[in-house]
C-alpha cells in the first residue's frame, strides 16, 4: 500500500516550519504514483538560514560547550532512533530502494551520530609543550563556522548524517540542503531534528530545494566558512571552483568506478555473488558501485558464465517487496539514459546481458532496470571511464597482476576497489597497489563509522567518518608565551 502524505512537507529554518516556495509532487519510483507534495524552496531562504546558523554560532554558547553537544548529538541519535522504521519505510518508497537497505541506512544512521557525539569530548583538544626553555606553545581546534552540507538523493539520511555528524561535534551550525527526490524524507528527518530540543534553534536548518540555485547561494555566500558536498565528480569541480572566490574549506566526497579485480586463485564461489551484490546494491545508485568485473583471463570463461547467470537471475521488484533484489531506478529518465548506454556499447563492445527497460506487466509502471553486463577491452570506452549509477557492469580481462592494476587505475576515480585471490598476502599486495580510498580484500561494500571514508585522485577531497572527520571542520588557533627568566640577559 503506497504511503500517502497529504500535507505538503516543508523546511526546518531557525527553528520553525517554513513554507516559503514552490508546491511540487513526490513521485514513487516504484509505481509512478504521487505520494505527497512538498515545498521546494526558493534560492534566498539559503540567505535565511544561513543567518540563523551565524546567530546560533556567535552568540550562543553551543561552539563553546563540548559537553552539551555531546549530549544534544546523543538526543538527535535517540530521536531517530524512535523514528527509524518510518523514515526507513518512506526513503524506500520515495527514492526506490529496497526496505531493507532503508532500514540499514538509517538504523547506521544513528550508530554514526552515536560515533560523532562521543568524538564531540575526546578529540577536540590540541596540544601545548615547551619548544625551548621558557617559550611555552599550545593549540586550540576551532570550529570552522557555519558548514553548509549538500547532500545527494540516493542515500539522503546517512550522507547528511556523515558530515552533519562532525559538524556539529566540531562546534559548528550547519545548513544541509536535501535533494528534491527525497523531500518527504528529508522532512521527517527535519522533524526528528527539530525534536531534539538540546540543539538550539537554528543550529541545524533544512531545505530542501531542486536544481542548484540555492546550492549556489550557500556555496557564494561569505558568510558560510565551509561546504561539505556529496556527488558527482562535475558538480565537484564547479563547487570547488566556486567556493575559492571566498577562501571557505571545501570538502568533497564524489563519483567512483569501483574495479572489482578477480585473481586466478579466488574461489567463485565467493566471488560470484559479491559481483553481483555490488552491481545491485542500492540498485546500482552507489558511488561505490561495483561497475568493473577485472578478471585473469585463466578463469575468465568460467566467471562470464556463472556471472551472466546469477545476473539474470536477479529477482525485481517493487522496494519494499521482501522478495525483490532489485528495485528502481530513481525515475524514467535515468532508465531512458541506461538504455542508450548499452545501445550505444554494441559499437565498440559485446554486449553479454542485455538486461534494460522493463516495458511488461506491472512494473513497467516504475523505473525499472535490469542487469546488464557487457564485455569490453579498450579503456578508453564511454562505459569503462563513465560513473552510469545503474546496475551495469562491464566485464574486462586482464593477464598478470600488473595488468590487472595497470586496468584498475585506468580512470580518473579513486573511491574503492576490491580484490578477490585465495591468497590473502596476494590479495594486500594487489590491493597496496590500487590507487583508491578504501580497498576491501575479498568483499564489497564494508564501511564502518570509526574509520574515515575518502576519495583518491578525482573521487574526492577530505574525509568523513573517523577520527579525522571532526578535524574537517575545525582550524587551528596557537598561542605562544615567553617566561621572564631570572638569568636572561
Known amino acids: 500500500m503506497t504511503q500517502q ?20 509532487e513526490a513521485v514513487n519510483p516504484s509505481t509512478g504514483e504521487t505520494i505527497g507534495h512538498f515545498v521546494d524552496a526558493f534560492p534566498d531562504l539559503a540567505d535565511v538560514a544561513v543567518a540563523a546558523a551565524r546567530r546560533v554560532f556567535e552568540q550562543e554558547g553551543w561552539s563553546k560547550d563540548r559537553a552539551l553537544r555531546a549530549r544534544a548529538i546523543n538526543q538527535l541519535a535517540d530521536k531517530l532512533a524512535e523514528r527509524q522504521e518510518e523514515i526507513a519505510l518512506m526513503l524506500s518508497r520515495e527514492a526506490g530502494k529496497l526496505l531493507a537497505q532503508t532500514q540499514w541506512e ?29 617559550t611555552y606553545f599550545y593549540s586550540d581546534p576551532k570550529p570552522l563556522g557555519v558548514v553548509g552540507v549538500i547532500s545527494p538523493w540516493n542515500s539522503p539520511v546517512i550522507l547528511s548524517v556523515r558530515a552533519v555528524g562532525p559538524a556539529l561535534a566540531a562546534g559548528c551550525t550547519v545548513v544541509l540542503k536535501v535533494p528534491a527526490q527525497t523531500a518527504l524524507t528529508n ?17 541545524i536548518n533544512v531545505v530542501t530545494a531542486d536544481g542548484r540555485k540555492l546550492a549556489e547561494r550557500l556555496i557564494e555566500s561569505p558568510e558560510v566558512d565551509a561546504i561539505s558536498f556529496t ?12 567556493a575559492i572566490r571566498t ?28 559481483l553481483v551484490m555490488a552491481s545491485i546494491a542500492m540498485n546500482g545508485q552507489f558511488c561505490c558501485t561495483g561497475s568493473r568485473v577485472l578478471v585473469q583471463r585463466g578463469i575468465a570463461d568460467q566467471l562470464r558464465e556463472r556471472l551472466v547467470v ?17 528495485g528502481p531506478l530513481i525515475n524514467k529518465e535515468s532508465v531512458e539514459r541506461l538504455h542508450q548506454v548499452v545501445n550505444q556499447a554494441e559499437s565498440y563492445a559485446k554486449v553479454l546481458l542485455r538486461g534494460g527497460p522493463v516495458t511488461e ?33 562491464t566485464f574486462e580481462i586482464f593477464e598478470d597482476e600488473a595488468d590487472g592494476v595497470r586496468r584498475a587505475n585506468a580512470t580518473d576515480y579513486g573511491l574503492a576497489a576490491s580484490v578477490f585471490s585465495g591468497d590473502a598476502t596476494r590479495a594486500r599486495r594487489v590491493g597496496e597497489k590500487i590507487r583508491a580510498g578504501h580497498i ?14 575518502a576519495g583518491h585522485k578525482q573521487s574526492g577531497v577530505g574525509s568523513l567518518c573517523g577520527p579525522q572527520a571532526i578535524h574537517e571542520f575545525q582550524e587551528i588557533k596557537v598561542y605562544a608565551t615567553v617566561e621572564e627568566r631570572p638569568d636572561a640577559a
Not at 502524505?5 to 511540487?24: A, F, Q, Y
Not at 556527488?231 to 566556486?242: F, M, Q
Not at 546469477?310 to 529477482?315: D, I, K, S
Not at 564502518?448 to 571514508?453: A, G, T
Open 5 to 24: 502524505i497529504n500535507t505538503p512537507s516543508k523546511n526546518l529554518i531557525d527553528g520553525k516550519w517554513n513554507e516559503t516556495g514552490l508546491i511540487r
Open 106 to 134: 538509517v538504523r547506521l544512521s544513528v550508530d554514526w551520530l552515536r560515533y560523532s557525539a562521543a568524538t564531540a569530548l575526546f578529540q577536540t583538544g590540541g596540544r601545548a609543550m615547551e619548544t625551548v626553555p621558557g
Open 187 to 203: 522532512t521527517l528527518f527535519a522533524e526528528v531534528i527539530a525534536s531534539a530540543d538540546l540543539i538550539p534553534a537554528g543550529a
Open 231 to 242: 556527488g558527482s565528480t562535475r558538480v565537484g569541480k564547479e563547487i570547488g571552483a566556486s
Open 247 to 274: 577562501l571557505k574549506r571545501v570538502g568533497l566526497e564524489l563519483g567512483g568506478k569501483a574495479p572489482l579485480v578477480v585473481l586466478d586463485d579466488a574461489d567463485l564461489n565467493v566471488v560470484v555473488p559479491q
Open 310 to 326: 546469477a545476473l539474470t537471475e536477479v529477482r525485481i521488484g517493487i522496494s519494499d517487496d521482501p522478495e525483490a533484489q532489485l
Open 361 to 393: 506487466g506491472p512494473l513497467a509502471k516504475g523505473s525499472f532496470f535490469r542487469p546488464s553486463l557487457i564485455e569490453v577491452e579498450p579503456l578508453d570506452a564511454f562505459i569503462v571511464q563513465n560513473e552510469l549509477f545503474g546496475p551495469i557492469q
Open 440 to 453: 576491501w580484500l575479498n568483499c564489497w561494500g564494508v564501511m564502518s563509522e570509526q574509520f574515515e571514508q
